[in-house]
């Protein structure tokens, strides 16, 4: 599967957030506020085609979970071999990411510089096509238009995203880049690519009001500090570029 801004987000999960648990199951509001600004959403990953190491992610969860300036990402994939966690305060403009791969733990304190290229990484949409498709979709109970997006570098490669205009965090966090191109939140993604079709999509919307303690930027017992430039050096050096 040939690199695109999709795949970057996803080497991003699996390889840089880092979380220390299970993810929580979701619990939904009665009520669903008609723009949502404070709140967490879960989404799913299914794998269709005969790629067995792309079969290895399927079924792998994600989780993002956003208030004021503050935001989550966190991802358990194949069964919890790789998890990750990313925690930023927008405020204050600094972060913490924790990954644990098959019983590697690391931590990394990202400073402002830091997030910044991560944001640039993950949605990385200088070069790709927009374009609108017609008609829309319900994910996890809320309206979304849906765009279609193709990268001249990866030919090969069709991205569908269920973008929604209803839920608008005050600060996106690791996704704010994407939502500013895709002038909203996506709550699903298509991709095919190579006989392949991976789909993301959020499975429930969490509405429950979240606090500060939600965000705390703590490293956990049993994991080891570390920097971005030593956890490349150690995978080779290919992560994250």
């Known amino acids: 599967m040939k690199k695109s801004f999709?795949?970057?987000l996803l080497f991003l999960l699996i390889s840089v957030l880092g979380y220390s648990q299970l993810l929580p199951s979701a619990?939904?509001?009665?009520?669903?506020p008609s723009v949502l600004?404070?709140?967490?959403?879960?989404?799913?990953?299914?794998?269709?085609?005969?790629?067995?190491?792309a079969k290895m992610l399927n079924n792998s969860t994600f989780e993002y979970a956003f208030s004021g300036k503050d935001s989550k990402l966190a991802g358990l994939v194949m069964g919890g071999l790789f998890t990750g966690n990313?925690?930023?305060?927008?405020?204050?403009?600094?972060?913490?990411?924790l990954m644990s791969v098959m019983g590697q733990r690391k931590a990394i304190k990202m400073t402002a510089?830091?997030?910044?290229?991560?944001?640039?990484?993950?949605?990385?949409?200088?070069?790709?096509?927009?374009t609108p498709i017609s008609g829309t979709q319900k994910v996890a109970g809320y309206t979304c238009k849906k765009v279609m997006i193709t990268d001249p570098k990866n030919p090969n490669t069709q991205t569908v995203v269920y973008v929604c205009n209803n839920i608008v965090p005050?600060?996106?966090?690791?996704?704010?880049?994407?939502?500013?191109?895709l002038n909203g939140f996506p709550l699903g993604f298509e991709i095919k690519t190579n006989g392949s079709k991976v789909k993301i999509m959020a499975s429930e919307v969490?509405?429950?009001l979240l606090k500060k303690a939600d965000f705390k930027q703590v490293i956990p017992e049993g994991y080891e500090e570390t920097t971005m430039e030593k956890l490349r050096e150690q995978f080779g050096g290919t992560l994250g570029e």
């Open 6 to 8: 999709l795949s970057t």
């Open 27 to 32: 619990s939904t509001s009665p009520s669903k």
């Open 37 to 53: 600004k404070n709140g967490t959403i879960y989404y799913v990953m299914s794998v269709e085609g005969d790629d067995p190491q």
């Open 86 to 97: 990313m925690i930023v305060d927008g405020a204050a403009n600094n972060g913490l990411a």
């Open 113 to 130: 510089a830091d997030i910044s290229k991560a944001k640039s990484s993950a949605s990385n949409m200088n070069d790709v096509k927009i």
């Open 170 to 181: 005050e600060s996106g966090g690791m996704v704010d880049e994407m939502m500013k191109k």
């Open 206 to 208: 969490s509405t429950k």
